[in-house]
Nanobody, 124 residues
Framework: EVQLQASGGLVQAGGSLRLSCALS????????IAWFRQAPGKEREGISC???????YIANSMKGRFTTSTDNAKKTVYLHVGSLKPDDTAIYYC???????????????????WGQGTLVTVSS
């Protein structure tokens, strides 16, 4: 089971944000953990993925403002977003998959477990 802590909310453009994803029932040893987002009227898109060996993979379109980190003791993955823009307004999801990160980020149906999602609204 993947649980996503509701750490989004309303933020101002230009600011930064950290989203957290706490794992329950699964471990970093068996799943790669990815982040996705879905803006209103748009398809879900992959942002990043951190693999079981700790390698951080960022989708090409997301490089520069998105990074991920983990706290193994807390079994939590974080998505850090900087220089927020109104276009970043979306529901953000974390997800778990045994597939390679490069695949998961491009192919959402490779995800085995989805978090609930948290809404992030960026005001201009």
């Amino acid at each position: 089971e993947v649980q996503l802590q509701a750490s989004g909310g309303l933020v101002q453009a230009g600011g930064s944000l950290r989203l957290s994803c706490a794992l329950s029932g699964i471990t970093f040893d068996t799943y790669n953990i990815a982040w996705f987002r879905q803006a209103p009227g748009k398809e879900r898109e992959g942002i990043s993925c951190i693999s079981r060996d700790g390698t951080d993979y960022i989708a090409n379109s997301m490089k520069g403002r998105f990074t991920t980190s983990t706290d193994n003791a807390k079994k939590t993955v974080y998505l850090h977003v900087g220089s927020l823009k109104p276009d970043d307004t979306a529901i953000y999801y974390c997800a778990a998959s045994p597939s390679m990160c490069e695949v998961v980020v491009r192919v959402p149906r490779a995800v085995f477990h989805w978090g609930q999602g948290t809404l992030v609204t960026v005001s201009s």
